[in-house]
């Protein structure tokens, strides 16, 4: 039987790059773009690849958009949720940080991942070996935030960082509460390196590549049924929360 993914945001970046890699694997991939011309382009270029690509139109931060894309897959059981699409906000510091700002962030990275979670845990459940990667960021660590020596430290905005270590409670809460279902956190960096991967989000300023960014991701998505649950992991391994 072959394995099914459901990447949101995987029109480009990582979630583009893990769809070509399970791709490669012989999965079937749904590829979940809010832009559905920008999905179609991606669908061809995995198609192209040899990839069984199939196009979602998906937009997180709408419940509609999210059940029509469950009643798009309705038909598979599901094996792997990659909640990759995120938003970056604007840097704002917490002195000038406003409401709408955070809103706009949390919508996609929390209510986002918890809309499309809810949605697809009936098409999960019918997977004898169902996982969930939630893609945060060293930034939602305060392991990482609280060491002088990591730069996101020194970087002093308030909704990105916030929203992600949202997600990775959600995550350990969702594990917790549904032992059936494995959940855990990629972050796409070498963060006892100080190095994250080159994506638009950052500016393509990250020293790793968008397929060493991906490693975290493909390895969670590829645990079998003894795999972990509740954990945070980066390219080189589990990470302090």
Not at 35 to 46: M, P
Not at 64 to 86: H, K
Not at 156 to 174: F, G
Not at 226 to 241: I, M, V
């Amino acid at each position: 039987m072959t394995n099914t993914a459901l990447i949101t945001g995987a029109n480009k970046g990582l979630g583009f790059e893990a769809a070509r890699r399970l791709g490669e694997l012989g999965w079937t991939v749904y590829v979940g773009s809010r832009d559905v011309g920008r999905g179609e382009e991606a669908v061809a270029r995995l198609r192209a690849g040899g990839a069984d690509a199939v196009l979602v139109p998906l937009d997180v931060t709408s419940d509609e958009s999210v059940a029509a894309a469950v009643d798009l897959v309705r038909a598979d059981a599901l094996d792997v949720l990659i909640n990759n699409a995120g938003f970056g906000g604007h840097g704002i510091a917490p002195a000038s940080v406003t409401a709408e700002e955070l809103h706009a962030v949390y919508d996609t990275n929390v209510y986002g991942v918890v809309r499309v979670t809810n949605g697809f845990l009936p098409l999960l459940r019918k997977s004898a070996n169902p996982r969930v990667v939630n893609i945060s960021s060293g930034g939602g660590s305060f392991a990482v935030i609280t060491d002088p020596a990591q730069p996101i430290a020194s970087m002093h905005e308030l909704a990105y960082s916030s929203s992600k270590a949202a997600l990775n409670m959600i995550t350990v809460r969702y594990a917790q509460a549904m032992p059936e279902v494995k959940f855990n956190v990629a972050t796409p960096g070498e963060t006892v390196n100080h190095k994250f991967a080159a994506t638009d989000m950052n500016g393509h300023r990250g020293q790793l590549t968008v397929t060493e960014g991906t490693d975290s991701i493909l390895r969670l998505a590829l645990i079998d049924a003894d795999g972990p649950t509740a954990t945070f992991e980066d390219r080189l391994g589990p990470l302090a929360w």
